[in-house]
């Protein structure tokens, strides 16, 4: 496969996980803003989501419609979905040979939906929850898609390893973001809303309930985003995805790239595997989160190098 086919299937992928993450964290946090009493503040969100100026962004940060806005449809922001929408379409439309015509379909109408001025309306307007739950049905309809028509072969595998990527990421920054909040704030400790929205943010609050009988706790929580293999959102969940589909794309072509990223992906899943959640305090837990974030990316530079030509 060439390397900018594989490129463009890569983040095609990752595109579209992280617009899913996105919206998911929008709807939940706008909930969250509705129901405190208190001033609530979307700075965790901004940081997490934006690489613009932080400290402009922070105008803004008790304005849930406008962060929203921002986040969701400005198009001077590269981070907003409808910018990463534009993107991931992009990257389809250069390889619609090698995708099935109904994910190109799907992924149209993901774009069309976004660019709908409906949407905004609904943002200033109405109820800007209608407008995240148009689009997050449009990325269920894209993955199910996917899931459904796609071969399984090179293409799917760069897609699955994009998709499971961004998926970690994401998730190692969201406990990162709420855990340190956590740090200037102990009273969040106690506060049962809190452990709620950082687990619907995570999408794992159903999980959590079914897995843990005594309430929350903060190391089980931890737990569950980083070690438990059945939470799909998890970051062993998506090493052992990453290592499964890397595996698929081993070749006596390219074998010394294939080990250099195979030994660095084992690593990490081993890292991993053998962490120990009970000698965690907020102080080494952030040190160990921004060990593990430094190391994906360490994979992602790895793969634009070796498999996309992008030294």
Known sequence: ML?????????????VERSDG???????????????????????????????????????????RAVIEYLLLNRENPN?????????????????????KDLWQCLNEYYHTVKDEKLLWYVQKDDPVTALDVLIKQVMLYN??????????????????????????????ILDIKFSSISSNPDLLTDISYWKHLLL???????????????????????????????PR??????????????????????????????KIGRLKSMITYSSVNTMNEEQLHLYLTEIRAELFGIGNLLNEYYFANS
């Open 80 to 100: 907003s979905i409808l910018n990463i929408v534009t993107l991931a379409r992009e990257n389809a439309r250069s390889v619609q040979e090698h995708i099935p």
């Open 3 to 15: 390397s900018r086919v594989a490129s463009s299937l890569y983040w095609l992928s990752r595109y």
């Open 234 to 263: 998890s970051a062993l969940y998506a090493m052992n995805n990453i290592e499964r589909y890397f595996n698929r794309l081993k070749s006596e072509s390219n074998i010394e790239h294939y080990n250099n990223l195979s030994f």
């Open 201 to 231: 943010s995570l999408g794992g609050y159903e999980l959590y309930l079914k897995t843990y009988r005594q309430g929350f706790d903060a190391k089980n929580i931890i737990e569950l985003a980083m070690l438990n293999n059945d939470f």
């Open 144 to 173: 199910g898609t996917a899931d459904s028509v796609m071969e399984r072969g090179e293409s799917r595998s760069f897609m699955n390893i994009g998709k499971h990527l961004e998926r970690s990421i994401q998730s190692v920054d």
């Open 22 to 64: 996105m919206l998911r964290m929008l709807k939940i946090n706008y909930a969250s803003s509705q129901d405190t009493i208190q001033e609530f503040t979307w700075k965790p969100v901004i940081r997490i989501f934006s690489s613009d100026d932080e400290n402009e962004l922070l105008n803004i940060q008790h304005d849930s």
